[in-house]
């Protein structure tokens, strides 16, 4: 079977430090990959997607950058984070060109003070 | 992918039958319709997805209008744990972007 696994599940990083969020999926191949953020109290904001291993969609081009070193692993980094990066970022994964619903990790509470 | 409308909130009593509106009147004949609910602090979970037929799953059923411009998403006896988000989103199997709307936020009343 599939499984997601996103990780850390909460994290307090000070104002202009960097970020790195990390997900990866096992039970498959050449997953399509998501990064969301979901702000307080406010809808799921698509950030970016991969259809495959280097091939990223941003969709918000703000201080946040996204990279798919492998085929089932999806890294949300920034440099320098800024108080409006604070959120709930989530991971998902959805096979390729056929009904497959969207599968999501646990989520990484991110609180930039 | 076609635009959903969902109204932002309802109210259901526990017990009694939950029922969902989802408009997508600009959707095309490939694009599927899908739910999904998110519970408060966790990922949003997969719930039921039908083209023109009605489904039913575990879960809940999905009406389909014959027209396929709206939708119905019910959950047959609501529990105090069917509060939450429900999101309604059309997509074709090849669409890679997904875009969430709003959604509705389901509040289950004792």
């Known amino acids: 079977s599939q499984t997601i696994h996103q990780w850390p599940a909460t994290l307090v990083q000070p104002v202009g430090s960097p970020l790195s969020l990390e997900c990866t999926v096992e039970?498959?191949?050449?997953?399509?990959l998501y990064w969301y953020r979901q702000a307080a109290g406010r809808g799921l904001q698509l950030l970016f997607y991969?259809?495959?291993?280097?091939?990223i969609s941003s969709e918000v081009p703000q201080n946040l950058s996204a990279s798919r070193p492998q085929d089932r692993q999806f890294i949300l980094s920034s440099k320098k984070l800024l108080l409006s990066d604070s959120g709930f970022y989530l991971c998902?994964?959805?096979?390729?060109?056929?009904?497959?619903?969207?599968?999501f990790g646990n989520g990484t509470r991110l609180t930039v003070t | 992918d076609a635009k959903t409308t969902q109204p932002p909130s309802m109210d259901c009593a526990e017990g009694r039958a939950a029922n969902l509106p989802c408009n997508h009147s600009?959707?095309?004949?490939?694009?599927?319709v899908y739910w999904y609910r998110q519970i408060h602090s966790q990922g949003p979970q997969y719930i039921i997805h039908?083209?023109?037929n009605n489904e039913t799953n575990e879960m809940a059923s999905l009406i389909i209008t014959e027209d396929r411009k709206s939708s119905t998403l019910i959950l047959p006896h609501a529990t105090l744990r069917d509060t939450a988000v429900y999101y309604c989103?059309?997509?074709?199997?090849?669409?890679?972007?997904?875009?969430f709307g709003k959604g509705t936020r389901l509040h289950i009343l004792p």
């Open positions: 998902a994964w959805r096979r390729a060109g056929r009904f497959s619903p969207l599968h």
């Open positions: 039970g498959t191949s050449n997953p399509n």
């Open positions: 991969s259809v495959g291993i280097g091939q």
């Open positions: 600009t959707i095309s004949g490939n694009e599927y």
């Open positions: 039908g083209l023109k």
């Open positions: 989103i059309a997509l074709m199997n090849r669409d890679d972007k997904i875009i």
